[in-house]
């Protein structure tokens, strides 16, 4: 490797430094499962791969189980049994990546470039013990280094880990995003290119909104509250093991061969903040309502407590004074959707301890969100958004905010008006200085 090309990773787009005829030297390259869905698209993407890439490169490629696999896969679970260990989940779902990396050693095979398979534990992925969800806890890629330094082109199973006792697990859907960023910031590698069925990141979910913008250009903590918000292009920890490592990650389209968007501290094109960035929606979401809890403290504790060894994550929280003569509250809050069935199971438990007057469970809900850096201080986002809604005839139940974003709980069935809406609001035709 050449001492200076890290430095052409000013803005890390490989194709700018090709054109600039240098050599990268370290890229990892992850493909969705939408890029990877048949023996015609895996060869694509060993073409792909080596079109990109000097002979002298090293390359690692991570993948995702073709096209539907992983959710096939959960069906399957399903018709055995309603409540499947998570274990055993991760045991089956592991299958779906290991399937494709199988498949594209031997297209790179088949295309005479030495190449290698590894699953993620081989590829010294450790994570912890929580099952679905397992978190990266260390990294140990002698292995694909190994492999790299003889010439080959490393293939890892993405979205898996294993425990230290030697269990397998998976790291929650998109997984595959976060073992190449993880891997790239381990190895040092000069950039992470995510490649995907679109062609960058959006300013809203382009299949919903027409008119949504590619950005050149977003910085790691917008995309992380766009990405936590629902914005399901990258997953949250990914953009997290990023900003962690430093690593700039290249969204771009596997069928495209043009830039996509940088993600990266901050801005090289301009240096000024944007007001709003994004707007987002999150379908997989679910809404419990506690009624009538008993207000005294030490309740909310026990409820978010139990959650919380549950491995669930509570995202907005609501408690409204029912009836101050009483001294009850009712207190909302919202999940992921699959974790309803155990939040339940632990709201009710309490429920009974407690006497609360009810729990209702709804699943008919979405989040719709905006982001940018830029709206701490203006209180005229808040105040655009909901009119938006309103003007659009759509009810907010809850609304929750961070100091870079706005969210609104409304009604699954209207989401993609809602996202429309706002959308329009904040981005019109005629301007783009959210640009
Ligand atoms: P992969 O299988 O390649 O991991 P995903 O389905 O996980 O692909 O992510 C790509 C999808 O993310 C796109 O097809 C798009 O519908 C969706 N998406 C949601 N929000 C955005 C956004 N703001 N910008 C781009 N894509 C988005
Ligand atoms: N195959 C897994 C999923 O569908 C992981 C991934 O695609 O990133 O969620
Ligand atoms: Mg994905």
């Known amino acids: 490797m050449f001492p200076g090309e890290r430095i052409c990773f000013h803005i890390a787009a490989a194709w700018v430094v090709r054109k600039e005829g240098m050599r990268l030297a370290f890229i990892v390259k992850k493909f969705g499962g939408s890029s990877v869905a048949t023996p015609a698209k895996i060869m694509a993407v060993a073409r792909r791969v080596l079109e990109d890439t000097a002979a002298d490169d090293r390359v690692v490629v991570v993948v995702s189980a073709m096209g539907d696999t992983t959710d096939e896969l959960i069906a399957l679970a399903k018709a055995v049994t309603g409540n499947p260990h998570g274990r055993e989940m991760d045991m089956l779902l592991a299958t779906g990546e290991q399937v494709t990396v199988a498949l594209l050693a031997m297209a790179f095979t088949s295309l005479g470039r030495k190449a290698v398979s590894l699953t993620g534990f081989q590829a010294g992925i450790m994570t912890n013990g929580a099952h679905n969800?397992?978190?990266?806890?260390?990294?140990?890629?002698?292995?694909?280094?190994?492999?790299?330094?003889?010439?080959?082109?490393?293939?890892?199973?993405?979205?898996?880990?294993?425990?230290?006792?030697?269990?397998i697990t998976t790291l929650g859907r998109g997984g595959s995003d976060t073992t190449a960023v993880a891997l790239a910031g381990a190895m040092k590698a000069d950039v992470c290119e995510i490649f995907t069925d679109v062609d960058g990141v959006y300013s809203a979910d382009p299949r919903?909104?027409?008119?949504?913008?590619?950005?050149?250009?977003?910085?790691?903590?917008?995309?992380?509250?766009?990405?936590?918000?629902?914005?399901?292009?990258?997953?949250?920890?990914?953009?997290?093991?990023?900003?962690?490592?430093?690593?700039?990650?290249?969204?771009?389209?596997?069928?495209?061969?043009?830039?996509?968007?940088?993600?990266?501290?901050?801005?090289?094109?301009?240096?000024?903040?944007f007001i709003v960035r994004g707007v987002t929606h999150d379908t997989n979401v679910a809404k419990i309502a506690v009624l009538g809890v008993p207000d005294r403290p030490g309740v909310a504790?026990?409820?978010?407590?139990?959650?919380?060894?549950?491995?669930?994550?509570?995202?907005?929280?609501?408690?409204?004074?029912?009836?101050?003569?009483?001294?009850?509250?009712?207190?909302?809050?919202?999940?992921?959707?699959?974790?309803?069935p155990v939040a339940r199971a632990i709201v009710d438990k309490l429920g009974q301890e407690m006497s609360f007057?009810?729990?209702?469970?709804?699943?008919?809900?979405?989040?719709?969100?905006?982001?940018?850096?830029?709206?701490?201080?203006?209180?005229?986002?808040?105040?655009?958004?909901?009119?938006?809604?309103?003007?659009?005839?759509?009810?907010?139940?809850?609304?929750?905010?961070?100091?870079?974003?706005?969210?609104?709980?409304i009604s699954a069935e209207k989401v993609q008006d809602a996202v429309t809406a706002i959308h329009n609001r904040f981005f019109r035709e005629d301007d783009d200085s959210n640009l």
């Open 133 to 167: 969800k397992a978190k990266i806890a260390g990294i140990a890629p002698e292995r694909v280094l190994r492999e790299l330094d003889r010439g080959k082109i490393v293939i890892v199973a993405g979205f898996q880990g294993m425990t230290k006792s030697g269990d």
């Open 357 to 409: 007057i009810g729990v209702i469970a709804e699943e008919n809900v979405a989040k719709v969100s905006v982001v940018g850096a830029g709206m701490y201080g203006s209180p005229g986002i808040a105040a655009a958004m909901f009119g938006a809604l309103g003007e659009a005839g759509i009810n907010i139940e809850v609304i929750s905010t961070s100091e870079i974003s706005i969210s609104c709980l």
């Open 208 to 273: 919903l909104v027409k008119t949504a913008r590619r950005m050149r250009e977003i910085t790691y903590n917008e995309m992380l509250e766009m990405a936590r918000l629902g914005a399901v292009v990258m997953q949250p920890r990914a953009v997290e093991m990023g900003k962690r490592h430093g690593v700039p990650i290249h969204v771009r389209s596997t069928f495209i061969q043009l830039p996509g968007t940088i993600i990266r501290e901050g801005y090289t094109v301009e240096e000024r903040e």
């Open 301 to 340: 504790y026990r409820i978010f407590s139990e959650l919380a060894e549950a491995n669930i994550d509570v995202d907005m929280i609501v408690q409204s004074i029912r009836n101050a003569d009483k001294n009850i509250n009712d207190i909302v809050f919202t999940i992921a959707k699959p974790d309803l």
